[in-house]
């Protein structure tokens, strides 16, 4: 069976599956080849009920031919046969070769695997021209959020993501409707671990360990979006470093989260603290972060933010590192 699919390269360091006919020239544009393990998964499933309805309404439609004498038994038989036959080979390259037509993405519409992969890798969603939901259980976040920028069909995305300081890829779905995102302040639950234990070796106490991924604070891209009928976001990570000289005891930032149009009218709650021991400071505002008292051994400044229009919501809390000179 799938004689004509013998023969397999593998580009070496590049992860990237070809298979062509044997004696043919190699074309790696006839197969699309996913590195993701989940999302690879998640399109095989929708190829699959694809390929499961064709080749049963094709059987249907022999049946019918048989059943009203338009072919003879041995001609059904043979006609079944290669459908079968297609049909197996089409399974073979799909679940064990684990490559993709490019015109069988068409027919992707759902993605909604559990993601274990130690790296979240959405790659390969970029073919899927029809896509209109992107979602399922997640371990890790996502990184790179460029795929989803071809997927221009989407009314769906929910993804946890991280070191994104704006959502600029997230510009042109014009389709979108429904969008939940959940930012990171770590990139894996190792990570955190790690960084929490380092501080506490270093200090000798326990002290939150500062985040390593960006905080998201711009979200305007999100206004060319008409169709978004809900939108939730919460947010975890950092600011840039910022230095300031021995002996500064306040630091002040204007209006640091840059809302879309989706806010408009809406006011925005800050909420800047600092914990340093049994002194707790707290500063509310609509319109800056803001720290006094400040002593030279702190580690970051605190703050939280959260604004709501109806349906829409964008909540977060982050952190600025200090570094003391």
Do not use: C
Not at 32 to 56: K, M, P, Q, T, W
Not at 157 to 177: K, S, Y
Not at 314 to 320: L, P, V, Y
Request: net charge negative.
């Amino acid at each position: 069976m799938l004689k004509r699919l013998k023969k397999v390269l593998v580009g070496a360091g590049l992860g990237l599956l070809f298979v062509f006919p044997m004696g043919a020239s190699a074309d790696s544009s006839e197969f699309i080849h996913i590195g993701s393990n989940d999302l690879r998964g998640g399109v095989a499933d929708e190829i699959d009920g694809y390929l499961s309805e064709y080749f049963s309404s094709k059987q249907e439609e022999l049946n019918e031919l048989l059943e009203s004498g338009q072919i003879t038994e041995a001609e059904y038989e043979a006609q079944n046969e290669a459908i079968e036959k297609e049909w197996q080979e089409e399974d073979l390259i799909i679940n064990q070769l684990q490559l993709f037509k490019p015109s069988y993405m068409a027919h992707v519409k759902d993605i909604s695997p559990d993601w274990s992969d130690p790296y979240t890798n959405i790659h390969g969603v970029e073919f899927a021209e029809n896509l209109e939901m992107l979602s399922g259980e997640f371990t890790n976040p996502v990184y790179d959020l460029r795929p989803v920028s071809a997927a221009k069909k989407l009314k769906e995305l929910r993804l946890p993501i991280a070191n994104q300081h704006a959502l600029t890829d997230l510009a042109g779905l014009e389709n979108l409707e429904q969008l939940y995102l959940e930012g990171k302040g770590f990139g894996t639950e190792d990570e955190e671990m790690a960084a929490e234990e380092a501080v506490q070796e270093e200090l000798g106490y326990y002290y939150d360990a500062i985040y390593t991924q960006a905080l998201l604070t711009d979200v305007s891209a999100l206004s060319s979006l008409n169709k978004l009928s809900r939108l939730d976001i919460y947010s975890e990570g950092a600011l840039p470093v910022v230095t300031l000289r021995q002996g500064t005891t306040s630091y002040e930032l204007v209006d640091p989260v840059i809302l879309s149009s989706q806010f408009d009218g809406a006011e925005i709650e800050y909420h800047s603290y600092l914990n340093q021991g049994d002194e707790d400071y707290s500063f509310e505002s609509n319109e800056e972060v803001k720290w006094e008292g400040l002593t030279g051994s702190e580690r970051f400044l605190s703050f939280s933010f959260s604004v709501r229009k109806g349906n829409y919501s964008f909540d977060g809390e982050g952190q600025i590192p200090i570094r003391w000179k």
